[in-house]
């Protein structure tokens, strides 16, 4: 079992609906992030957060330190959201432990 | 853009050979992490630097070296390449431990 576990891993969805990602873990950890890769291939950093909510334009970010898992949301979701969206835990001060990834596929 | 730069962008060499991969971090940042994405194994986790020091490794192979020099920048060395060392290799750079790291656009190797 993996350490970092996300669902879905494909997500197929009509512009403008509101889209979740789940991200679980099963070892303590100091922070979770949030990162997206396009088909380029390049990694953005969405958000990092240790708990509570975050909020950037039409991203949220959520954590539950005691359940252990974190989701992501898209609100109004736009075909340019189309990207690989990557759950990453901080394992004490160095290490980045990845989930598989979901890819997100948005239509008009 | 992030304010990672990594060089080169691509880069195809025969089984065998040594490459070095070279990352310059954001402005400030001391803490530097290297990653590889290969198509079956996802991210994976190789080495941190800060501050010029080796500070944890992770499923790094003994043929893959790693150095910070004193300017900051980065390079991890891949020796007697494998064709299963094809992947995407990533820089990313903090200011330190603790806060958010940003992540260079890669460098994807292709071992022939």
């Known amino acids: 079992k993996n350490e970092v576990e996300q669902s879905p891993q494909n997500l197929t969805a009509q512009e403008g609906e509101f889209i979740t990602i789940n991200c679980s873990y099963s070892?303590?950890?100091?922070?979770l992030h949030w990162l997206q890769q396009h088909p380029g291939g390049g990694i953005v950093s969405l958000f990092m957060l240790s708990s509570g909510k975050k909020k950037h334009g039409r991203l949220i970010a959520t954590i539950n330190i005691q359940e252990k898992h974190s989701s992501l949301h898209i609100t109004a979701s736009h075909p340019r959201d189309s990207a690989v969206y990557i759950c990453?835990?901080?394992?004490?001060?160095?290490?980045?432990?990845f989930g598989q990834g979901t890819r997100l596929t948005i239509n008009p | 853009d992030s304010g990672v730069t990594q060089t080169p962008k691509h880069l195809i060499t025969a089984t065998g050979q040594r490459v070095t991969l070279r990352c310059s971090p954001r402005s400030g940042d001391l803490s530097v992490y290297w990653y590889q994405q290969s198509l079956d194994q996802g991210l994976q986790f190789l080495i941190h630097y800060y501050n010029g020091e080796e500070r944890a490794k992770g499923n790094i192979l003994e043929r893959f070296s790693a150095q910070q020099f004193p300017d900051l920048h980065s390079e991890l060395n891949l020796s007697s390449l494998e064709l299963g060392d094809s992947a995407l290799y990533f820089c990313?750079?903090?200011?330190?431990?603790?806060?958010?790291?940003?992540f260079g656009q890669g460098t994807r190797l292709t071992v022939v």
């Open positions: 070892v303590g950890i100091s922070a």
């Open positions: 990313a750079s903090s200011v330190n431990e603790v806060t958010e790291a940003f």
């Open positions: 990453a835990v901080k394992q004490g001060a160095q290490k980045l432990v």
